[in-house]
């Protein structure tokens, strides 16, 4: 294997290289997913000069590019964005790499969250090197006359500026839940307000939808929320569900379901398709999306492994 796959750091590779592997994988993204991350991305070159988002390139013998890496050390976890790679040896080579990057020894853990075609038996060598593994389901559903059709909900509200609330929502229902999470790894409040922050501000899970997104409110003035539902919009005629959450509490009492049903019906008079992912380990969060239509389109793998 060491013979056939050498790396190097990708901040000193020829940049026609680098930018036919990266948007090589942005096709992937938009002609598989439905997923336009052009704006996103549009930094990884930029970033990838300057040392600001360190990187491997994977070549054969003869200088051939095999596969790239990229990954970034945030709040003590390193955070691994791509894995792309033409097979499995190369894919081995690549985990292995970033397993001896510098920046691990500066981290508690390693964080994957990748598409899973982009790599070949990426799982298998993740679980190998020690990782915890899991798969995230990506589904669709076609956005029809049906979905516009829906009756709201009356306790189903307007997003109204709801960040801090649905930070704090996020906090109490994924306090307990097992599975392995690509944000908020820690679980800790001061995370989960950077998450809300980085769909509404940012623009990685595409451009948030403030007049889209759903809420049910509870407590005293409706300052704490029972659910919540956060869309956004994947560029593509697609809205993908990029949050959902619902208070412990008050689980199994058919919120969730009347919270994206609403923002869907709104959804359906400007888009064709709705997206989400869901993790392997969900089951009862799956069985209501495939009850709304969702189906099984594609998935990508999430994993961690602590330092040690």
């Not at 990266?22 to 991350?37: C, P, Q, T």
Request: glycine share 8%; with cysteine; aromatic share 6%.
């Amino acid at each position: 294997m060491d013979a056939r796959v050498r790396t190097e750091n990708w901040a000193g590779s020829d940049a026609a290289t680098v930018r036919t592997l990266v948007e090589r994988e942005m096709r992937a993204y938009l002609d598989e997913l439905g997923w336009d991350v052009s704006g996103p991305w549009a930094v990884v070159d930029p970033a990838r000069r300057t040392g600001q988002l360190p990187g491997l390139l994977a070549r054969d013998p003869v200088g051939r590019p095999l596969g790239w890496t990229a990954y970034l050390a945030l709040e003590g976890h390193l955070q691994v964005m791509a894995i792309a790679a033409a097979d499995a040896e190369t894919t081995a080579v690549l985990v292995d790499g970033i397993l001896a990057a510098p920046q691990v020894r500066d981290c508690r853990s390693v964080i994957v969250c990748v598409r899973d075609a982009a790599a070949p038996r990426l799982p298998d060598t993740l679980t190998s090197r020690g990782f915890r593994v899991e798969a995230y389901r990506y589904l669709v559903k076609p956005l029809t006359d049906a979905d516009r059709q829906q009756v709201p909900a009356a306790i189903v509200q307007p997003w109204n500026g709801r960040r801090h609330a649905m930070a704090l929502l996020c906090e109490r229902a994924y306090r307990d839940a097992p599975g392995v999470r690509a944000f908020a790894p820690d679980g800790t409040l001061a995370q989960w307000r950077a998450y809300v922050d980085s769909l509404i501000d940012g623009n990685g899970c595409g451009e948030f939808l403030p007049h889209l997104s759903r809420v049910v409110a509870g407590g005293v003035a409706g300052r704490r929320l029972l659910a919540g539902a956060m869309l956004s919009d994947l560029g593509t005629g697609t809205v993908h569900l990029s949050q959902l959450a619902v208070d412990p509490s008050i689980r199994r009492k058919g919120l969730a379901r009347a919270t994206v049903t609403d923002a869907l019906a709104e959804a359906s008079r400007t888009f064709v398709r709705a997206s989400l992912l869901v993790s392997s380990s969900n089951g009862a969060a799956a069985r209501l999306y495939e009850s709304m239509g969702f189906r099984d389109h594609a998935s990508f793998v999430v994993a961690q492994r602590y330092r040690v």
